[in-house]
């Protein structure tokens, strides 16, 4: 079973957020869709606070389009 590319920036997404951050909202765009074999997944953190997290991320083709992009609030575990 294909993995949706939903769920390949939420595992991307979660890995920049940090252990233990709890995902709160996500929002994805998807691209023109195409073959999806190899994607390069990035993640990023746009802000922090004490207890948020707003992270971006995008998956891109080999070619360098972009499959999708999403951004992302988790919630710091323990606040």
Excluded: C, N
Excluded at 57 to 73: F, I, N, P, Q, T
Aim: no cysteine; proline share 3%.
């Amino acid at each position: 079973m294909a993995v949706t590319l939903s769920s390949q920036l939420e595992s991307v997404l979660r890995q920049a957020a940090g252990e233990g951050a709890a995902l709160a909202s996500m929002t994805v765009d998807y691209g023109p869709s195409s073959d999806e074999a190899a994607l390069e997944p990035k993640a990023w953190i746009e802000r922090a606070t004490r207890s948020l997290v707003f992270a971006q991320g995008e998956l891109r083709r080999a070619d360098g389009g972009l499959a999708a992009s999403a951004s992302a609030v988790f919630r710091r575990a323990g606040v």
